[in-house]
């Protein structure tokens, strides 16, 4: 059986059969998990994406539920990545608020600075290169925010970093 899927499907949370949210699945992988069986949909795309093949049409769920229950064995800690650190800040330089496309580390490592969440922000090029290996203190800076590790949510397998589908807000609460 051959499927077209829209090029346009979005990301689609998964919860768990207690309704905990477990990952952020494709639209493709959500698709094969309601063919297979394995997962319902509790809510479908407002925009009306579809899944065609020879014989049938699906509508592509904004949020799945899985019909048995997934035991997550323990909660990871997010390591710490470039992108995970411009994905918490949003993209933004935390000094000018501009397009940030590094990371800097706010004391820096060779003052003793450790390569952590609290201790990494997103960084323009102009910003980090004027920095350099200085403390804020040295330059009369201020940092607007205390940089944290992402907020994770359900049983800790899903890390809030990317804007949430609004779709989800009754599934992540007050973490979205």
């Not at 959500?30 to 479908?44: D, I, S, T």
């Not at 899944?51 to 769920?61: D, E, M, R, Y």
């Not at 899985?66 to 710490?80: C, D, E, H, K, W």
């Not at 323009?124 to 201020?142: F, I, M, Q």
């Given at each position: ?172 609460g007050s973490a979205a």
């Amino acid at each position: 059986m051959t499927m077209q899927v829209t090029a346009g499907v979005g990301r689609v949370l998964l919860l768990n059969a207690t309704h905990e949210p477990l990952a952020v699945l494709n639209g493709r992988r959500a698709v094969v998990l309601m063919l297979a069986g394995k997962a319902e949909c509790l809510v479908e795309r407002a925009a009306g994406e579809k899944v065609h093949s020879p014989t049938f049409c699906l509508s592509v769920p904004a949020v799945l539920r899985l019909n048995r229950f997934v035991r997550v064995p323990y909660a990871p800690t997010a390591a710490i990545t470039r992108a995970g650190v411009l994905r918490r800040d949003r993209r933004r330089c935390a000094y000018c608020r501009s397009s940030g496309d590094t990371i800097d580390h706010v004391v820096p490592r060779s003052r003793g600075g450790s390569h952590s969440w609290e201790n990494c922000v997103a960084c323009c090029t102009k910003c980090n290169a004027r920095k350099a290996d200085r403390l804020l203190s040295e330059l009369g800076w201020v940092l607007p925010f205390a940089p944290t590790s992402p907020k994770r949510i359900g049983s800790g397998r899903l890390w809030l970093s990317e804007e949430a589908d609004p779709e989800w807000h009754p599934w992540l609460g007050s973490a979205a």
